[in-house]
């Protein structure tokens, strides 16, 4: 994984981390909501893994942000770093 893109995937999991304790969940609990593993959650969050496009939306549905939204942020934060 090149540079650029490593910093991007700990963008997209800050992001996330973000979100996630701004509703009060866990990483558990996203996990059980969004039928994913908590271990992919903590992988999402580290950037050690990327969601799918699918996951994305199953991730933006229970978060209650739109999948644009969070997009927008990962981009803000990417591009101001």
Same mark, same amino acid.
């Given at each position: ?12 999991? @800050? !992001? ?6 701004? %509703? ?7 996990? $059980? ?10 992988? $999402? ?10 996951? $994305?939306?199953?991730?933006?549905? !229970?978060?209650? !942000? ?7 942020? %990962?981009?803000?934060?990417?591009? @101001?770093?």
């Amino acid at each position: 994984m090149e540079g650029r893109d490593k910093e991007l995937h700990h963008v997209f999991g @800050n !992001v996330l981390r973000g979100l996630r304790t701004q %509703v009060g969940l866990s990483q558990e609990q996203l996990g $059980l909501e969004c039928g994913l593993d908590r271990t992919f959650i903590s992988l $999402l969050e580290r950037g050690l893994r990327q969601p799918s496009l699918t996951t $994305l939306f199953t991730l933006s549905a !229970v978060l209650k !942000v739109p999948a644009s939204i969070i997009i927008q942020q %990962v981009e803000e934060a990417y591009l @101001n770093k």
